[in-house]
Nanobody, 114 residues
Framework: VQLQASGGGLAQSGGSLRLSCAAS????????VEWYRQAPGKQRDLVAS???????TYTDSVKGRFTISRDNAKNTVYLQMNSLKPEDTAVYYC?????????WGQGTQVTVSS
């Protein structure tokens, strides 16, 4: 499984960005896709997840602002980020989980200016 994350950039506080995580390869075994983020000097934290049944979860700090979704036809998972705050600044990573392994995409930088 290969993951390609994209969509990061610079946004103003209150603005929006949409991240994409495109999967390729042996994707039939993927049962969950997650978005993580890592701010400088901090650990990598789970932000949102979506299962192959469409069940979603969010960390408390992004509930009501971020939405995770997927387009099966495009093998892509999205993270729509609205009402961005400076504390959302981080490198965002997507991860795909199968029964046997986890696969990480490269990070995409999100910077929110106040």
């Amino acid at each position: 499984v290969q993951l390609q994350a994209s969509g990061g950039g610079l946004a103003q506080s209150g603005g929006s960005l949409r991240l994409s995580c495109a999967a390729s390869g042996r994707i039939f075994g993927i049962n969950v896709v997650e978005w993580y983020r890592q701010a400088p000097g901090k650990q990598r934290d789970l932000v949102a997840s979506i299962t192959n049944f469409g069940l979603t979860t969010y960390t408390d700090s992004v509930k009501g602002r971020f939405t995770i979704s997927r387009d099966n036809a495009k093998n892509t998972v999205y993270l729509q980020m609205n009402s961005l705050k400076p504390e959302d600044t981080a490198v965002y990573y997507c991860k795909a989980g199968t029964l046997r392994s986890d696969y990480w995409g490269q990070g995409t930088q999100v910077t929110v200016s106040s």
